[in-house]
Structures are given as structure tokens and as C-alpha cells.
């Protein structure tokens, strides 16, 4: 049994993982999916939110020593996390997720992107702090291969992304780097290229890299075959 806690990424929260988590008990596990700050039940001015707090938000979810999965944009956070504190985490599992390089933030690591598909699927706040998915775009952007009702569920949950912890370089160093790794590629995602996602896991051991066919939600997707594929992970890390 290992200790897991999920991450959600942009926009989202602990109730996209809602089909995954049964699966991952029903394997032994013990597993938790928070809620980061700004988001779900965490509530936290927008103007508040940072990357650090974030990452803590992660390290106090953690009761021992976890597998620390992050979808998307959590891949930042859950690697801001194992730097300040890197005896706290198994193994960091990258879900079709940014893997950060040092210096550099998250707009810029999407930018760099060959494709900004995202770009046409989010408008900013008024204030400007933050940004949000456009209903007419969120089944072609993250939710094109789920089950008829996953739209309607999201719509209900989905809350504003604050910029600032996109927009902030992460540090990372000889903590980040003691942590072992694991890169799960969608190959059907239609927000983060998988060409691009092919990129940022390029010369990981080939035994670290993994891919479904799936889009940008495989929690809602292809919940077992995901919990099953995180199974296994965690079989390789001790």
C-alpha cells in the first residue's frame, strides 16, 4: 500500500479525481486529492495565491512519504514541493503535466509550446488576476473523449485560475533532482500538445515514460486503466 495524493490542475479541483480515487483503494492505497489553494473547498483571495503556497499546500496534505501525482499545471507545484522538501515525496508522477526546468515559469514553458491550443479556451478576469475556461470550448480542449454528463459535472465545479503562480520562474535544485520521477503522456490531448509533452519528458529512463490515448481528463476517461497505470508506479517505487 502507498500513500498517494492527487493533484488537480487549472481551474479544477479534488472532484475531477472523483472516478480515479475508488479505483486506487480498491488497489490497497491510501489516497487523498486536495483541493489547492483558490480552489474547490480551499478558498483563498486570488491576489493571495502563490506557487509557494501551493507547494505547501501539497507538503500538509502528506502524512508520510506519498506519491504526489499532478495533472497539468500541477506539475510545477508538486515539483516546488519536493524541493523544499524532497523526504516527503516516493515519487513525483507527471499527468500529461508541465515538467519545470529551473528559471523558468509556466506561461513560459507553455509558450514555448509548438502549438498554444489553450489560447483560444481561456479569457482573463476582469481584475486580471485570473483566467477561466470558455464553456464553448471545454469539451474540445479537455473532456472530448469522457462520458456524456463530464461536461455538465465540470461546468458545475470549475472556478477561476489565478495567473500569478503561472507566471512565477520556479526554483529548483539538488532536492528536486533527488526525487524520483514518472511522466504519464496523453496522446489524444488537445490543451497541452503531446508533442510537446514528448519534449519535456526527453531523455527520462524509458522505464519513467508512459502514455494513454487519451485527452486531457483520463480521470474522467479512462479512470481504471489510469489508477491502474499509477498502481504500478507506486510498485516500482520504495
Known sequence: MSEIVLVHGSCH??????????????????????????????????????????????????????????????????????????????????????????GVSLVDMRMEAPRQPLLEAIEKTPDGLGFTFRD??????????????????????????????QATPIRLGAAYASVPKTYIRCDDDQAIPPEYQRTMAAGWPEADVHALPTSHSPFFSMPGR?????????????
Open 13 to 102: 479541483g479534488a472532484w475531477c479525481w472523483r472516478d480515479v480515487i475508488p479505483k486506487l483503494e480498491e488497489l490497497g492505497h491510501d489516497v487523498r486529492a486536495i483541493d489547492l489553494p483558490g480552489h474547490g473547498a480551499n478558498p483563498c483571495p486570488i491576489a493571495e495565491i502563490t506557487l509557494d503556497l501551493y507547494a505547501q499546500a501539497i507538503l500538509d496534505a502528506i502524512t508520510g512519504r506519498a506519491v504526489v501525482v499532478g495533472h497539468s499545471m500541477a506539475g510545477f507545484p508538486i515539483s516546488a514541493a519536493a524541493e523544499a522538501n524532497p523526504g516527503k515525496i516516493a515519487r513525483l508522477v507527471y499527468l500529461c503535466a508541465y515538467a519545470p526546468r529551473d
Open 136 to 165: 464553448s470550448h471545454l469539451a474540445k480542449a479537455l473532456y472530448h473523449d469522457c462520458p456524456e454528463g463530464t461536461v455538465d459535472y465540470a461546468r458545475q465545479n470549475l472556478c477561476v485560475q489565478a495567473i500569478k503562480p
Open 226 to 238: 489510469l489508477a491502474q497505470l499509477i498502481d504500478q508506479v507506486t510498485q516500482q517505487t520504495r
